[in-house]
């Protein structure tokens, strides 16, 4: 008859109950404890939340490590799209497999690439490419806001930019791609798009899927081969100081490259706060154990018990924290945020947050523990004192040491970061922002009606009181976006296997300038 285990369970429970009689007779040491375990959880579970929805969950397609983006790049322009031309030669001359599309107005194999197909109706054939036709698959979220979710909005004739389209087909979820798009239409590609000359009008944003067995380094291989081919056959469109090359780098990592760095360093940091948090919390339970030490029997037991009650009332706290942590999260971020709606606080995010609580219990309750019963033990073979033991204070001098040396790895990080971020702010950049309010407008039908549209606009936004000037331009300035060109100054050639000069344009209209408060250095701004 086994009666280990009923008699381990039996102390399992006395050691629970004594625990909670422990924590009840001090609320105090209970109260910081828990706050302090809670706090770094908390933090610790948001940021994970945050971390596994933008980086570590895949993309919402079949076998989504294969998709690719494609870019042309140069010594001059840097990483960008590519033409038609260059993404009809790319797709003619690959042979490893590799199926691409280009999406806003997206290609026929736009979603056989991705690997979805529609809820209702049907995708673009090439047929509706190649013929112009006026043919639209609307995404759900437009589907369902503006159409109450009907599917037989399929095979009607709806009016989109004022011009009839026939929607053929509704989206079982929008696609996550790097720019979001409520509807889509054929991507008709003309012969004038396609000739040697065009092949510098860029513009297309081009994915690709991975054929089976082929790599991104034999993908990359590839491309460097229609990359060669290209210049050597159009020198003057490719010379050789221009650099150009086709690159792929895979889909995900395009999306969310730029906050991956930053949020494993935010993730690293609170993963350090966290240990803080049990090196604090060590020695406290270290302290504590101090008065107990000559009760050896079940003492690890009876201490671990007691720190995981703790660990886990201190979880529970730090999961309420992280469900308003996200959200707080989010909203201090960027608006552009890549994949933030996956960020949400469920399931995984509830068993992270158990799994830290335990180890954190385990972390900072065995060692004092183990400590503990050891100079236990000793003092009492010799029959002295065990608060004089020399173990306990050896452990609360590593605890001590590692808790000022974590506290220094992060004070060293935020004085950088607050470096950095004071730089940022102190930069002038070239226009006021203060008392500058900014709207996006967007008008369907031709360049007439813009031009209407905009400047009977502009003209009332003036006349509003208290308005001192108003002004449009294409692309808001530090949005990242802009037209690019090289130029170069009259009387002054660019010499053999120079840079030439390179810079962003802007179409603005009158009032411009004196809205964004912009300081003219010589001649004239634009009159109307």
Known sequence: MDLAAPSSMNGLRQDLRGALRLLARSPGFGAVVVLTLALAIGATTSVFSIVRGLLLQPLPYPEAGRLVRFFGT??????????????????????????????????????????????????????????????????????????AGNPGIVGQTVQISDLPFEVIGVLAEDLELPEHFDAWRPLSMTPAQLTPQARSARGLRVIGRLGRG??????????????????????????????????????????????????????????LVLLMACANVGNLMLARATARQRELARLVQQMVVESLVLAFLGGALGFLIAMWGVDLLLAAGPRDLP?????????TVLWFAIAASMASGILFGLMPALASTD?????ALRGGSASSAPQPRRLRRALVAADVALALVLLSGTA??????????????????????????????????????????????????????????????????????????????????????????????????????????RGRVFSA
């Open 375 to 379: 100079s236990s033990l000793g003092g």
């Open 339 to 347: 994949r933030a709606s996956h960020v949400r606080v469920d399931g």
């Open 74 to 147: 140069s010594h001059f322009s840097g990483t960008g799209t590519i033409s038609p031309a260059e993404y009809r030669a790319d797709h003619e001359h690959l042979t490893g497999g590799a199926e691409h599309i280009a999406f806003g107005r997206a290609t026929s194999s736009l979603l056989p690439v991705l690997g979805v197909k529609p809820a209702y109706g049907r995708w673009f054939t090439r047929e509706d490419e190649d013929q112009g036709r006026r043919v639209a698959v609307l995404g759900r979220a437009l589907w369902q806001r503006r159409f």
């Open 214 to 271: 082929v790599t991104l380094a034999g993908l990359r291989s590839e491309l460097a081969v229609v990359s060669a081919r290209l210049r050597a056959s159009y020198p003057d469109i490719y010379p050789a100081d221009f650099g150009f090359e086709m690159d792929a780098v895979p889909l995900l990592d395009q999306m969310v490259g730029h906050v991956k760095l930053t949020l494993w360093m935010l993730f690293g940091a609170v993963m």
């Open 416 to 521: 950088l970061l607050l470096r950095s971020f004071s730089n940022v702010v102190h930069v002038d950049p070239g226009f006021d922002p203060k008392g500058a309010v900014a709207m996006t407008l967007g008008v369907p039908g031709d360049d007439q009606k813009h031009r209407t549209v905009f400047n009977a606009t502009l003209h009332r936004l003036r006349d509003l009181p208290g308005t001192e000037a108003a002004g449009g331009v294409d692309y808001a300035p530090l949005s990242g976006i802009a037209n690019d060109a090289n130029f170069e100054i009259e009387g002054r050639p660019i010499p053999q296997g120079a840079q030439p000069p390179d810079e962003e344009i802007r179409v603005v209209t009158p009032g411009w300038f004196e809205a964004m408060r912009i300081p003219l250095v």
